[in-house]
């Protein structure tokens, strides 16, 4: 527990010296201590070491941490009581309130996260050692960076490892030391890890952009990195060869990982080709909870990646702040861009052109309006503005053409499918993005004025936005290819312009003219979503270290949230109601997590279970289940104890069975349905009735298609909502039935 009070004693405040008036003495209280009787002067120093660490985090510096702090509670009680302006104790508060998960999982504290990824940056702040305890003993990893660099692991980032033997095989050439060492080149895998569970660092910024405190979900858990991605050889090259991940998954297994974080994956294939989903359905047989992203495939309907339902597979939506840097017109419109760009060398309107306008002989109109490489004309560029269209080629060597052909500036617009997503990026000149309806009137601008002008302004962060969230058009989307009976994606978290740490050793752009590095950077994709959750999922872990990784799947889904931040369905990306092919069962919500009431448990026959009802002979299964397994009987997998429930394929009526876990306080849940449209829905029984922890008890859903259905198959959506009053555990429910 947490709490941040005044100590109450007015005496205090009427002695203070008047240098001080201002600050008062506020205690922030973290609960109790769990170090034993035999403490030791190291332990001690640790603790106070972890309360200057906490409110530096706040303050901006240690020095003022340690001038604040004037008690450390440090053997029984956890806390401290330090000289705040009522401010900054007000900012501690909201951020901790007592009773958020952050506080009751301590952070996170002990838990080991690993990813599989590009690596890491282990000089990154995020990564210090500062502050934490001795690696707890179930640690049996190793620390693979060359010793030339010295002793690069410590008490935060426990373990480095890579492999790359999968890579070389296809590279067909010997790799030097850019590839054999855990070293993150790339950025992303420092990213990724960051995002889960890096520590509290101050003044973390982007070109002195969007200034805070950067955190993890989990900060104060332990981490460790697995690389298993290297840069991409040529175009046809893959980054991440499936013989590595599963190397990767092996060790980390063997290594005493609590949660492995996935930032990567490509088109789904069945389950037995799949050496990631062999790899986390080991992991997972072994007590680790394996979050994956969903994929930046989006918007195309079934292009949702690893799909096996042993994942927690997590799509990407946007966050409440940006960073808007506006377009202005000389006609007097003004447009809220988002940048993370350099402003314009002078504060004047400069010409604007479209770059099919500028594009150089020979160059196709649609080319160059998407700003391709060598597709604009320096003659008709140079020194404006050039508005190019989002699509095809990457954004940043937009602004990398726009650059080469002497613009001063960019404004990219959004295409149709990009609709209202607007990524934050740091293009190597001055620029902005728009979304498609202010793009369209800048080009009919462009289109209608003699002398079009305009300017952008500088970027700045702004908080609150609304609507939040909504989906990102790259997030990849249901129905799940493989086993449509799966609903896939699970859940939704944030991924669009999300600040962590970075490599220092690459340009964040890649663009080779840019030479700046940054110790954190703004990236987005289901890569930056995945590792929200993995954060989450090691909170549950310290708090509920008893419960399975189904159990915290389900814990996290069933308690997700489909409206908004005004109230409204949650949309996608185009403005259009989004649907859990997007979002899976949700936006996560971490607070509501720690206390789902009930959970849809999976054990390790479960999913063997599945293999064998997808139709896997018992040999197959076997190789999963690392010994001979008995199929049972014809399973139908629409009864795999899901958290959200899958009917592809419905031509009359189901009945679906599920079992429900109490994991809270007794009481009666009742049942609520919103049926699809087109269908009928009813539960048996309606109520449950739990009276104590770990007990089970099963329903029956029966879905019936009303009267007879249009030609059409189009999935509907509806969903199962069991309460005590208290406790809310939804359940997606989404159906079709075949053309008739
Ligand atoms: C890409 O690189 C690999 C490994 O060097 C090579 O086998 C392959 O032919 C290359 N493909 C193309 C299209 O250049
Ligand atoms: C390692 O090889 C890559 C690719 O061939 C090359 O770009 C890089 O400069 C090399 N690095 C070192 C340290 O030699
Ligand atoms: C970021 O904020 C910290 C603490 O408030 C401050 O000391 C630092 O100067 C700021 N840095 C930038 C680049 O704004
Ligand atoms: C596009 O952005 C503008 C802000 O410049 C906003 O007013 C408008 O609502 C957005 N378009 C849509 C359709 O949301
Ligand atoms: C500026 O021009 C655009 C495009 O022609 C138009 O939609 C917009 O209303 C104009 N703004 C003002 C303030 O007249
Ligand atoms: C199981 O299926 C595999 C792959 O189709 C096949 O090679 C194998 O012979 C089958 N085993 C049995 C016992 O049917």
């Known amino acids: 527990?947490?709490?941040?009070?005044?100590?109450?004693?007015?005496?205090?405040?009427?002695?203070?010296?008047?240098?001080?008036?201002?600050?008062?003495?506020?205690?922030?209280?973290?609960?109790?201590?769990?170090?034993?009787?035999?403490?030791?002067?190291?332990?001690?120093?640790?603790?106070?070491?972890?309360?200057?660490?906490?409110?530096?985090?706040?303050?901006?510096?240690?020095?003022?941490?340690?001038?604040?702090?004037?008690?450390?509670?440090?053997?029984?009680?956890?806390?401290?009581?330090?000289?705040?302006?009522?401010?900054?104790?007000?900012?501690?508060?909201?951020?901790?309130?007592?009773?958020?998960?952050?506080?009751?999982?301590?952070?996170?504290?002990?838990?080991?996260?690993?990813?599989?990824?590009?690596?890491?940056?282990?000089?990154?702040?995020?990564?210090s050692g500062k502050g934490f305890g001795p690696i707890p003993s179930k640690w049996k990893g190793i620390c693979q960076f060359d010793h030339k660099e010295g002793p690069l692991c410590n008490r935060k980032l426990i373990g480095a490892r890579y492999y790359n033997k999968g890579y070389a095989a296809y590279a067909g050439v010997?790799?030097?030391?850019?590839?054999?060492?855990?070293?993150?080149?790339?950025?992303?895998?420092?990213?990724?890890?960051?995002?889960?569970?890096?520590?509290?660092?101050?003044?973390?910024?982007?070109?002195?952009?969007?200034?805070?405190?950067?955190?993890?979900?989990?900060?104060?858990?332990?981490?460790?990195?697995?690389?298993?991605?290297?840069?991409?050889?040529?175009?046809?090259?893959?980054?991440?060869?499936?013989?590595?991940?599963?190397?990767?998954?092996?060790?980390?297994?063997?290594?005493?990982?609590?949660?492995?974080?996935?930032?990567?994956?490509?088109?789904?294939?069945?389950?037995?080709?799949?050496?990631?989903?062999?790899?986390?359905?080991?992991?997972?047989?072994?007590?680790?909870?394996?979050?994956?992203?969903?994929?930046?495939?989006?918007?195309?309907?079934?292009?949702?990646?690893?799909?096996?339902?042993?994942?927690?597979?997590?799509?990407?939506?946007?966050?409440?702040?940006?960073?808007?840097?506006?377009v202005q017109l000389k006609n007097g419109s003004i447009f809220q861009g988002m940048s993370l760009s350099k402003p314009l060398p002078e504060d004047k309107m400069y010409t604007l052109i479209s770059a099919a306008e500028a594009r150089a002989a020979d160059v196709s109109e649609e080319d160059a309006i998407l700003c391709k490489e060598k597709t604009l004309d320096s003659k008709k560029a140079k020194g404006k503005i050039v508005v190019c269209l989002r699509g095809e080629n990457a954004r940043l060597e937009k602004g990398e053409e726009a650059l080469r052909a002497g613009a001063a500036g960019m404004i990219l617009c959004n295409d149709e499918s990009s609709g209202n997503e607007l990524i934050a990026d740091a293009h190597i000149l001055p620029a902005t993005q728009l979304n498609y309806t202010d793009g369209l009137i800048v080009f009919s601008y462009l289109k209608n004025t003699k002398n079009p002008q305009g300017l952008i302004t500088e970027p700045k962060s702004v908080l609150n936005v609304k609507p939040a969230p909504f989906m990102a058009s790259f997030s990849s989307r249901g129905p799940n290819a493989i086993t449509p009976a799966i609903l896939k994606p699970d859940i939704t978290a944030p991924g669009v312009n999300i600040m962590a740490a970075y490599s220092e050793s690459t340009s964040p752009t890649e663009v080779p003219s840019d030479k700046r590095t940054t110790p954190f950077y703004i990236e987005s994709g289901t890569s930056m979503a995945c590792p929200h959750v993995s954060g989450v999922a090691g909170l549950l872990k310290t708090l509920h270290p008893d419960w399975s990784p189904g159990a915290i799947r389900s814990a996290i889904m069933t308690t997700a949230r489909t409206r908004d931040n005004t109230g409204s369905p949650m949309k996608d990306a185009d403005y259009?109601?989004?649907?859990?092919?997007?979002?899976?069962?949700?936006?996560?919500?971490?607070?509501?997590?720690?206390?789902?009431?009930?959970?849809?448990?999976?054990?390790?026959?479960?999913?063997?279970?599945?293999?064998?009802?997808?139709?896997?002979?018992?040999?197959?299964v076997g190789q999963f289940a690392g010994a001979y397994y008995d199929c049972p009987n014809n399973y139908n997998i629409l009864n795999f104890n899901n958290p959200s429930i899958s009917v592809p394929d419905l031509t009359r009526s189901v009945v679906v069975t599920r079992k429900l876990k109490n994991v809270g306080k007794p009481g009666t849940y009742a049942a609520r349905i919103r049926s699809p449209p087109g269908y009928s829905v009813t539960v048996k029984p309606n109520l449950l009735k739990f009276e104590k922890i770990g007990e089970e008890k099963s329903f029956k859903l029966s879905i019936?298609?009303?009267?007879?259905?249009?030609?059409?198959?189009?999935?509907?959506?509806?969903?199962?909502?069991?309460?005590d009053g208290k406790h809310y555990v939804r359940s997606p429910i989404v159906v079709a039935s075949p053309n008739q």
């Open 1 to 127: 527990m947490l709490s941040v009070f005044l100590s109450l004693l007015i005496l205090f405040g009427v002695l203070q010296q008047p240098a001080l008036a201002f600050k008062k003495s506020y205690i922030v209280y973290l609960g109790g201590h769990s170090h034993g009787a035999d403490v030791t002067s190291a332990d001690l120093r640790r603790v106070a070491d972890s309360h200057t660490q906490l409110l530096a985090s706040f303050l901006g510096s240690e020095e003022k941490a340690k001038d604040a702090i004037f008690y450390s509670y440090k053997r029984h009680i956890n806390g401290f009581a330090a000289l705040l302006e009522d401010e900054e104790a007000a900012r501690i508060a909201g951020v901790i309130p007592s009773s958020s998960l952050w506080n009751k999982a301590r952070f996170g504290q002990d838990t080991i996260i690993a990813n599989l990824d590009t690596g890491v940056w282990p000089e990154s702040k995020s990564f």
């Open 174 to 326: 010997p790799l030097n030391s850019t590839y054999n060492t855990p070293r993150d080149v790339d950025g992303h895998g420092t990213h990724t890890l960051s995002t889960a569970a890096g520590n509290f660092v101050a003044g973390a910024n982007v070109f002195g952009f969007g200034n805070g405190t950067a955190k993890g979900g989990s900060p104060r858990a332990r981490v460790a990195a697995y690389r298993v991605c290297y840069p991409k050889m040529n175009e046809s090259s893959g980054e991440c060869y499936d013989a590595d991940i599963m190397k990767g998954f092996d060790a980390a297994i063997a290594d005493g990982v609590g949660v492995l974080s996935v930032s990567l994956g490509s088109d789904s294939v069945d389950y037995i080709n799949d050496g990631t989903a062999i790899g986390a359905f080991h992991a997972v047989k072994n007590g680790i909870v394996v979050v994956a992203s969903a994929g930046n495939s989006g918007p195309t309907p079934g292009s949702v990646e690893n799909v096996a339902p042993w994942f927690i597979t997590v799509g990407a939506s946007t966050l409440d702040r940006k960073f808007q840097a506006n």
């Open 704 to 723: 019936k298609v009303n009267g007879r259905r249009g030609a059409k198959s189009v999935f509907q959506f509806g969903e199962l909502l069991w309460s």
């Open 576 to 620: 259009q109601k989004a649907t859990p092919f997007m979002y899976g069962s949700g936006h996560i919500r971490p607070n509501r997590a720690m206390n789902p009431g009930l959970v849809y448990d999976l054990t390790v026959n479960d999913y063997l279970d599945f293999l064998c009802g997808i139709g896997y002979n018992s040999t197959m």
